[in-house]
């Protein structure tokens, strides 16, 4: 049975790092002391073994230790015997390249697929969508493809953002770009807001949170879904 | 010689859709009458057709003629001879996704390099740059390459936005995406405020309008540059 949190974002503003979402982490990890880390987004260009540093010092505090995939000298290998794996963000295009590149696409999908926990925050949450084109980072490398895992059947759009009032900004908001993608792609998209996530027990996809989430389907106007509700895309 | 202008934007705050450049592109289009203008981007998803009336009520104040690259049967052919070309904004994924699609990267670049008068605001500004990897627009589509026109040695960033003031988004600012892209790109990239553009003669490459540009290169703290100026990237 899948489980996986698909959270929004590793840090919300004014807190540190995994914070405000620390405790139901600790329920979630209840059984797996050792999580794998992903640090292939490179948020800010920071190497794997500073990003899987802050990981790790994250995660100390509920007592789990954290091991950078880089570290593996066949990190296949390691996924293939891995009980939790987390993903953190960073720039999604450069993800999944790297994912691609050392053939970590299927077997995280696979794991995933037979009940390996997965834990994704902003980059490491878009890609357990069906593809990864409601990301909001810049195209600064050609990935292979832009398909993903496909844990759940709709897209993310993560760090969902209203807009702002008063904008002099001509540049499109975020639901512009959202309602652009569904001119030329049918799944649904799940806008989760910064203290959002969303808990995968199987096929139960359920809200979580402090804020609501925006639903966006083909055709239809969006809608705000609040947290503790089922999805039923 | 190449003759461009590189508009970071159509339509600035509070005005009506390229009121700001006008009088410059009268200027610009002397000696041309009519304008093919490329309307792939799609903004909105907004059909070709209606797209194209846009701009040609926009041009129609100087007393241009426009005239939509789809409404030709072989739009290879009709930029071979085209006068002058105007590619408008929307998404730069569909854009260029498109341009590939009908064969028209090659003879658009061939043309320009040979001095065919060509105006792009927005996703049309971004192609002329080495890559679209410096665009702000959501990947809708998956392209064959993000390799673009080349008509200038950088890239360009449209609608390029200062970080707001007292923001609690932890989404990236603009000037961080850019950081990002340096981390495995070398080429600079010009951040074109809106209503802001530059004026490309040969190799000359002066910036104009109201704004300063911001300048970004590897290696470099990013640097403002005045309007007047001319670029040395």
């Known amino acids: 049975m899948k489980k996986l949190i698909i959270a929004s974002t590793s840090t919300v503003h004014e807190s540190s790092y995994l914070a405000y979402i620390l405790s139901d982490l600790n329920k979630f990890f209840d059984n797996e002391d050792e999580i794998i880390f992903i640090p292939f987004a490179s948020p800010g260009g920071i190497s794997h073994d500073d990003y899987t540093k802050i990981a790790q010092n994250g995660f100390a505090q509920i007592g789990k230790k954290v091991a950078g995939l880089h570290t593996y000298q066949d990190p296949v290998e390691a996924l293939r015997s891995a ?47 069906l593809t990864m084109q409601t990301t909001n980072d810049m195209p600064i490398i050609y990935p292979p493809s832009f398909k993903t895992l496909g844990a759940v ?47 995968v027990n199987g096929e139960q996809i359920v809200l979580r949170g402090n804020l609501p989430a925006r639903i966006f389907e083909q055709g239809k106007e969006p809608y705000e879904m609040n947290s503790g509700n089922t999805l039923t895309l």
Chains 1, 2 share one sequence.
Do not use: C
């Open 153 to 199: 059947p709709f897209n993310i759009n993560p760090h969902y953002l209203d807009p702002v009032e008063g904008s002099k900004h001509m540049g499109e908001t975020r639901q512009t770009r959202i309602k652009e993608f569904h001119e030329i792609n049918t799944q649904p998209v799940v806008g989760l807001r910064e203290g959002s996530w969303l808990e």
């Open 83 to 129: 009980k939790a794996v987390f993903t953190g963000g960073g720039n999604t295009f450069l993800l999944v390249s790297q994912l691609y590149k050392h053939s970590i696409m299927p077997i995280l999908r696979e794991r995933i697929f037979s009940g390996m926990k997965y834990f994704g925050t902003s980059a490491g949450a878009n890609i357990t969508g």
